[in-house]
């Protein structure tokens, strides 16, 4: 069965800083990988996916991920955060041929901005 | 464009009531839906999805149900509420295949008391 792990869940980082969150997912295939964002009593929006090609994806308010078949890994990045950036952050796998029309989510990682 | 409707926003019901959350979605027409719950401090748990009207799967055994009664309609349910049911609850759908994202409503807070 497939399975997403964020390992850490809680990050602390300066504002202006950069911010890496982990994500590992078990699948035997490349399946569809998500990143979204939750503010406090929001629902989730969508950072942005990956379904094949390039490897270096670009999402919304200056994220990034990558994704690394080897290490089957799809971290999200941005290189400089911002207070506004202070949310709770979700891996996600999707749409896999076994699991079609199922997401499933990893546990998040609450980020916090300091000054 | 596509919208997701979800209510309502905060719900606080004593033990043993019942319970009806309901989700609709416009503007498209045979969507995958999902209904999440999110506890404190944790992820989100997949309750049950649905890929057509009357089609039901349900993720985790519970003491929740959930209907399609129409196309864009997905509802929530409980006959008798529990302690353990608390949470915030996530409605979202998404377009079908292997290759789209899913999209979520604003999520219903319910604090069973």
């Known amino acids: 069965a497939q399975s997403v792990t964020q390992p850490d869940i809680h990050i602390t980082v300066s504002e202006g800083a950069s911010l890496e969150l982990r994500c590992n997912y078990s699948?035997?295939?490349?399946?569809?990988l998500f990143w979204y964002v939750q503010s406090p009593g929001q629902g989730l929006q969508l950072l942005l996916k990956?379904?094949?090609?390039?490897?270096l994806v670009q999402g919304i308010k200056g994220f990034e991920a990558e994704f690394k078949r080897s290490q089957s890994s799809f971290n999200l990045r941005k290189p400089s955060v911002h207070w506004s950036d202070a949310a709770e952050y979700f891996c996600?796998?999707?749409?896999?041929?076994?699991?079609?029309?199922?997401?499933?989510f990893g546990a998040g990682t609450q980020v916090v901005v300091t000054p | 464009s596509q919208t997701i409707h979800q209510w309502p926003a905060t719900l606080v019901q004593p033990v043993g009531s019942p319970l009806s959350l309901e989700c609709t979605v416009e503007?498209?027409?045979?969507?995958?839906l999902y209904w999440y719950r999110q506890a404190a401090g944790r992820g989100l748990q997949l309750l049950f999805y649905?890929?057509?009207?009357?089609?039901i799967s349900s993720e985790v055994p519970q003491n929740l149900s959930a209907s399609r009664p129409q196309d864009r309609q997905f509802i929530l349910s409980s006959k008798k509420l529990l302690l353990s049911d608390s949470g915030f609850y996530l409605c979202a759908w998404s377009g079908g295949g292997f290759n789209t994202e899913a999209f979520f409503g604003q999520g219903t807070r319910l604090t069973v008391v």
């Open positions: 503007g498209t027409s045979n969507p995958n």
């Open positions: 996600a796998v999707g749409g896999t041929p076994d699991s079609w029309g199922k997401f499933q």
């Open positions: 990956y379904f094949s090609g390039d490897t």
């Open positions: 649905s890929v057509g009207i009357g089609q």
């Open positions: 699948y035997g295939a490349t399946p569809y």
